[in-house]
């Protein structure tokens, strides 16, 4: 079975200053990793995924994350955020065995002007 | 184009009632969800169907009840629910190909109010 963990419930940051949301997921098969982005009364929007290749990925509005095997993690990074990025970010994870996705408890980023 | 559209955005519904929740795609996915989400909390996976055939129920309560007409289109029927059933409830669709995984794309959801 898969399981994700999002240890800050809540960030709150500085606008203009970078920021960092952890996930790390637990599992005994190759996954897939995704970040989520929910803004008030809104769907969930894709910001990035990991398939397979490159570590890094880079997503949309200027998000990018990082897979990394040996610590089993997926953090979230932007260099620089925005008043509009105040929203709920969820990560989540797929494994290669079905089409089930387990999500993570969820981040609340809150930027501050 | 990565829309899926869910129809009505709000349902404000008795415990008597019986009503229904749309969902569509035209990305030719062959495989879309249901979700429920109460306030700040993730998505709880309620149902998944496959093919246009029910693969997954994740002990979800009879009260609600899926249906896949086509592969476009995903209902949810609604019957004599309970106030705690309010939430927001979320549609997804992915393209299913053998070894290839699957991105799912969220609708923008029915928000529901059980009185």
């Known amino acids: 079975a898969q399981s994700v963990t999002q240890l800050d419930s809540q960030v709150p940051v500085f606008e203009e200053a970078p920021v960092e949301l952890r996930c790390n997921y637990s599992s005994s098969v190759s996954v897939y990793l995704f970040w989520y982005v929910q803004y008030p009364n809104q769907g969930l929007q894709l910001l990035l995924k990991y398939l397979s290749g490159s570590t890094l990925v880079k997503g949309i509005n200027g998000f990018e994350a990082e897979f990394n095997k040996s610590q089993t993690s997926f953090h979230l990074r932007k260099p620089s955020v925005h008043i509009s990025d105040t929203a709920e970010y969820f990560c989540a994870v797929r494994s290669n065995t079905g089409n089930q996705f387990y999500f993570g408890t969820g981040t609340s980023l809150t930027v501050i002007p | 184009d990565t829309e899926v559209t869910q129809t009505p955005k709000h349902l404000v519904m008795g415990m008597t009632n019986k009503k229904s929740l749309k969902c569509e795609q035209h990305m030719g996915h062959r495989a879309m969800y249901w979700y429920k989400q109460k306030a700040k909390k993730p998505p709880e996976l309620m149902f998944v169907y496959s093919y246009e055939k029910l693969s997954i129920n994740e002990s979800v309560p009879s009260r609600f009840s899926p249906e896949c007409p086509n592969s476009s289109l995903l209902n949810l029927h609604l019957h004599a629910l309970q106030p705690e059933d309010s939430a927001l409830y979320l549609c997804?669709?992915?393209?299913?190909?053998?070894?290839?995984?699957?991105?799912?794309?969220f609708g923008p959801g029915t928000r529901l109010l059980v009185l």
């Open positions: 997804a669709s992915s393209q299913e190909i053998i070894a290839v995984p699957g991105t799912q794309y």
